[in-house]
């Protein structure tokens, strides 16, 4: 199956600075880009629709001027958590699907990203 | 509106024994299904897919699940577990727009 990359796997930042995590698909192009937010012992939760060339969609709750997504190509979107505080301490999760399928419905996921604010 | 239920957020069997992992799903026409599995701080992991082909989708990792469209069910199961199944497994729907809906998901624990 397809690939997406997510880098770091993990990261620990101080609370006021920003944090970039990326999500690539390494062997397809992916017009639209997801990102979950996973609390300990619970399901992925929504958090944005990335689109590619276009404003990120954002879901209920989810403050877009907290949560940065930018993705600038068809193989990278990126999301930037801005000053961050200790309850933004997450399990951050991307997915993507092939462009090229069309209406393919298979997300591929990253591995996923650790963040942890102190 | 397209929904998944997972019926069971914790299951425990033996090594060696069956498992069965249930999930049920509401939608107003026939649904692709997919069962993905995450290990602790791991992303998610494809284990089978069901889209309209075959009732009985047989995946990796000697686990299966069958599409029943009476009971609208798509349980995992597997003849034998293995400790290394002990894993959070969910269940996943896609919609229109390409958004994806998760079950809340079930712990899988593998006892010795």
């Known amino acids: 199956g397809a690939v997406v990359s997510q880098h770091p796997s993990w990261v620990i930042c101080k609370s006021g600075t920003s944090v970039k995590i990326e999500c690539r698909s390494l062997?397809?192009?992916?017009?639209?880009m997801f990102w979950y937010r996973q609390f300990p012992k619970q399901s992925l939760m929504l958090m944005a629709t990335s689109n590619e060339g276009s404003k990120a969609t954002y879901e209920q709750g989810v403050e877009k001027d907290k949560f940065l997504i930018n993705h600038a190509s068809l193989t990278l979107s990126t999301l930037t958590v801005t000053s961050a505080h200790p309850e933004d301490s997450s399990f951050y999760i991307c997915s993507a699907r092939d462009r090229v399928l069309g209406t393919a419905i298979e997300a591929f996921f990253g591995q996923g990203t650790r963040l942890t604010v102190v | 509106a397209q929904s998944v239920t997972q019926l069971d957020s914790h299951v425990s069997v033996s090594e060696g024994t069956p498992v069965l992992l249930r999930c049920n799903y509401s939608?107003?026409?026939?649904?692709?299904l997919f069962w993905y599995v995450q290990h602790p701080n791991k992303g998610l992991q494809l284990l089978l897919k069901y889209t309209s082909a075959a009732t009985l989708v047989k995946g990796i990792n000697g686990f299966e699940a069958e599409f029943k469209k009476s009971e609208t069910s798509f349980h995992l199961t597997k003849p034998s577990a293995h400790m290394s199944d002990a894993a959070e497994y969910f269940c996943v729907a896609p919609t229109g727009g390409f958004k994806t809906i998760f079950g809340a998901g079930t712990r899988l624990f593998v006892k010795a």
């Open positions: 062997d397809f192009q992916a017009t639209t």
């Open positions: 939608s107003s026409y026939s649904p692709s």
